[in-house]
């Protein structure tokens, strides 16, 4: 078990980060369609609206990224807006938690408001050691996380929910602390399957869920994401 004074001091430090940019396979695509969250602080409420997109992310923006059903997707987050640094961690202070990918289908992607169903496509979570939590791996990473479109999905509008949830302070209720942002994407050249029902935001989580009310600083430890499984496709 971590010390006491390491604990403590970890007890008092917030993270502060923002999903701010999407790559489409290999293709830059910049924070054209994003809904770029009005800060970096963190959540903590899971009974709050601002679960689905974050804080003014029930307004939608102009820009919608094409893709296709298929496609290799990566979200990327970095501490301060426009800070692509690499040498920067994404999410720093040992801020351990795991990095999730949430879709919805909405009939318009830039006026959808996030009340929708939504459907975990993709998650790092821990794996045993320090760094093998998705939060370290997308620090390793430049602060990326990358995934597969289902191949099956069919053609129409989306939107991205990417999320870490930071487990420093996870030991008492509320502790938690949940980063997301929202993309606006278009599924072009589609498959011929629907989302599964998925889950509603907020809903999905509990605060005394075991994966959100945990102390992560003993071991051994066992670890679960919250949220449904991840549907493939």
């Known amino acids: 078990m971590r010390s006491l004074t390491l604990l403590t001091l970890l007890g008092t430090v917030s993270a502060h980060a923002i999903f701010q940019e999407l790559w489409v396979n290999k293709e830059d695509q910049g924070s054209k369609c994003i809904r770029m969250p009005k800060s970096n602080s963190p959540l903590s409420n899971v009974n709050s609206p601002d679960m689905r997109c974050n ?3 029930a307004t939608g923006v102009p820009g919608v990224c094409s893709i296709n059903s298929g496609d290799t997707l990566t979200v990327e987050m970095h501490q301060q807006p426009g ?19 949430y879709m919805c289908a909405v ?11 939504w459907v975990k496509v993709a998650e790092d979570s821990y794996a045993g050691t320090d760094d093998s939590w998705g939060t370290e791996k997308m620090n390793k990473n430049c602060g ?8 099956s999905l069919k053609a129409g509008n989306y939107l991205v929910r990417a999320e870490a949830v930071a487990l420093h302070t996870a030991g008492g209720e509320n502790g ?21 029902a998925g889950v509603k935001f907020p809903g ?13 600083w003993q071991q051994p430890l066992k670890y679960i994401s919250p949220g449904p499984a991840v549907w493939k496709g």
């Open 107 to 117: 009939p318009d992607a830039t006026t959808a408001n996030g009340d929708c169903s």
């Open 176 to 196: 938690a602390q949940f980063y997301m942002s929202c993309y606006q994407v278009k599924v072009v050249q589609g498959g011929d399957k629907s989302l599964p």
């Open 83 to 101: 800070d692509r640094k690499c040498g920067n961690e994404a999410i720093g202070g040992r801020h351990y938690g795991p990095v999730m990918v």
């Open 204 to 216: 999905a989580y509990k605060p005394t869920d075991p994966g959100i009310l945990i102390t992560i």
């Open 144 to 151: 990326k996380k990358a995934f597969t479109v289902p191949k």
């Open 55 to 57: 804080v003014g992310g």
